[in-house]
């Protein structure tokens, strides 16, 4: 009879699914979030509450004997694919049966999937660095909007905090309707609905700082006048900035 696993979609939850796997000496072949869950003929299901308790236990206990395998299984949960859980709960098994083995033993193919998987998440945090674009609201607030591939918003407020320390400023998640709000002193997740009053990713007329559609101008003029037409790549261009970004990027309003 196949063991399936089912939890709430949290990082804490994960990490209780983790507890719960060792703690009854069993291997689940399925993990599934609740709202996901799909029946299989003959299953045993468990669904596991979560324990913040025990997912700190958990934690406290993987960083102590890999750091590194710590962060790598906290990237593969944040991927959003579809064997996330199920390659973290192997990796977890791995780190605290050998630990160089879960780091480096790229022949195990979990191993090698988490890898590849933290290549990808590598490359979106990446774009996020560098194609973010804020927008200066009538509140003196800094507006950027990004719909990322992956669930990198956790991965990428620390670049924004340090980059950006004298103003104020919020990233927010077009895709999972969620973002990082910086007040000046600190960082913190924050969950606002006005996604529909959006345009595109930008925001309307009326929210924008008087100052933003010059600075939008001279953006959009600057970029057209080191941009070398006779020279242009599109194919090049595409693999440096894909074209599911462009309509977030205020200079690409002109391609």
Do not use: C
Not at 2 to 29: C, H, Q
């Amino acid at each position: 009879m196949n063991n399936t696993y089912t939890y709430d979609g949290t990082w804490a939850g994960m990490l209780s699914v983790i507890f719960e796997s060792f703690d009854r000496k069993e291997m689940p072949e399925r993990i599934y979030e609740q709202s996901n869950t799909v029946s299989h003929l003959f299953e045993k299901r468990l669904t596991v509450a979560t324990d913040n308790q025990r997912a700190k236990r958990v934690a406290k206990g993987l960083k102590n004997v890999s750091l590194k395998t710590y962060q790598r299984i906290y990237r593969v949960f944040l991927s959003e694919k579809k064997d996330k859980e199920l390659v973290g709960i192997k990796l977890a098994q791995l780190v605290f049966k050998n630990k160089y083995s879960a780091e480096s033993d790229y022949g195990n193919p979990f191993v090698l999937r988490a890898k590849q998987i933290e290549k990808e998440m590598s490359r979106e945090i990446h774009r996020m660095h560098a194609f973010v674009r804020f927008q200066r609201g009538i509140d003196d607030i800094y507006y950027a909007f990004i719909e990322p591939d992956f669930n990198v918003m956790p991965l990428i407020g620390g670049h924004f905090e340090k980059r950006y320390a004298d103003q104020k400023w919020l990233i927010f998640d077009l895709k999972r309707n969620y973002g990082i709000y910086y007040d000046l002193n600190k960082a913190e997740f924050v969950n606002i609905n006005f996604v529909d009053e959006l345009n595109e990713g930008k925001l309307p007329a009326k929210a924008m700082h008087t100052e933003e559609k010059d600075y939008q101008v001279l953006w959009k003029n600057y970029f057209d006048h080191v941009n070398i037409k006779e020279r242009k790549n599109i194919r090049l261009h595409l693999q440096h900035v894909p074209k599911r970004y462009w309509y977030l990027m205020t200079e690409k309003e002109q391609y």
